[in-house]
């Protein structure tokens, strides 16, 4: 870490605290040679491999957006938008790996959007799984009837 006053490589940290939901750490430093203190934000990086193989930063912005197309005139708010993307990523992160496939965040998407709209859902899954018939809607409906059922 250098110091961002005198570009020395040599600081002590001085005080960590968690910060974003505990997603990341703060930590306040101090230079070991011209004394000023300074703070850094670390966080364990999280990157998503698209289907055609470029890699990019996992983003929550990005969730929020391909569910809100799926719940477009549905009584969703964005303060449930914005918990169903920090599930989602809780969920990813969970999994242990820094590196995951979009596919995996589709699949994360799924239970939580479940839970928070059944139209939704189905709308959803009916582009994430490429549904191709009746019989698939079908399906999925006769699979939210079963686990509503159970409930």
């Known amino acids: 870490m250098h110091c961002p006053?005198?570009?020395?490589?040599?600081?002590?940290?001085?005080?960590?605290?968690?910060?974003?939901?505990?997603t990341s750490i703060r930590r306040r430093r101090e230079c070991q040679q011209c004394g000023r203190r300074f703070t850094t934000l670390e966080t364990a990086s999280l990157s998503v491999r698209k289907r055609s193989g470029v890699v990019e930063p996992f983003?929550?912005?990005?969730?929020?957006?391909?569910?809100?197309?799926?719940?477009?005139?549905r009584p969703v708010s964005?303060?449930?938008?914005a918990l169903l993307a920090h599930q989602v990523e809780e969920a990813i992160r969970a999994g242990g790996q820094a590196l995951v496939d979009s596919h995996d965040v589709g699949l994360a998407i799924l239970g939580p959007l479940r839970e928070?709209?059944?139209?939704?859902?189905?709308?959803?899954?009916?582009?994430?799984?490429?549904?191709?018939?009746?019989?698939?809607?079908?399906?999925?409906i006769a699979e939210l009837r079963s686990t509503e059922a159970a409930c």
């Open 116 to 140: 928070l709209d059944q139209i939704a859902y189905l709308r959803f899954a009916s582009v994430y799984s490429s549904f191709d018939s009746l019989e698939d809607f079908e399906k999925a």
């Open 5 to 22: 006053f005198c570009r020395h490589d040599g600081s002590r940290v001085v005080d960590s605290r968690t910060a974003e939901d505990g």
């Open 78 to 81: 964005d303060d449930q938008l």
């Open 59 to 73: 983003s929550r912005d990005k969730v929020v957006v391909g569910v809100r197309r799926a719940c477009q005139g």
